[in-house]
Nanobody, 125 residues
Framework: QLQLVESGGDLVQPGGSLRLSCAAS????????IGWFRQVPGKEREGIEC???????YYSDSVKGRFTISRDNANNTVYLQMNALKPEDTAVYYC???????????????????WGEGTQVTVSS
């Protein structure tokens, strides 16, 4: 019943912008912590943004000032607005939900219980 589906990944030039969507079903995003993560082959999964059930947001230094997480409760969707994209932003981007409990480490992947399948973002000229 519970699903997270990412969309919006694309090929974009450096300096460009992209908005990723995480559409949720089976639960309401405003009652859960939702995080965005990314991963490239051979690298550990990196937590980059999170919004918790209180509306507090968290971010990693690697995306600070460039990426913004937001929540659209009416559409039960969480977004990741990505600006000033760099080639090193190339990765598979995942959204994840922490269901049934409060989280204490918003950017740690082991805090999350449900994951989407990911969407590819490629930043290249």
């Amino acid at each position: 019943q519970l699903q997270l589906v990412e969309s919006g990944g694309d090929l974009v030039q450096p300096g460009g912008s992209l908005r990723l969507s995480c559409a949720a079903s089976g639960f309401t995003v405003d009652d859960n912590a939702i995080g965005w993560f990314r991963q490239v082959p051979g690298k550990e999964r990196e937590g980059i943004e999170c919004i918790n059930s209180f509306g507090d947001t968290y971010y990693s230094d690697s995306v600070k000032g460039r990426f913004t997480i937001s929540r659209d409760n009416a559409n039960n969707t969480v977004y990741l607005q990505m600006n000033a994209l760099k080639p090193e932003d190339t990765a598979v981007y995942y959204c994840a939900a922490a269901r049934g409990r409060r989280i204490y480490y918003p950017l740690r992947d082991d805090e999350y219980t449900h994951w989407g399948e990911g969407t590819q973002v490629t930043v290249s000229s």
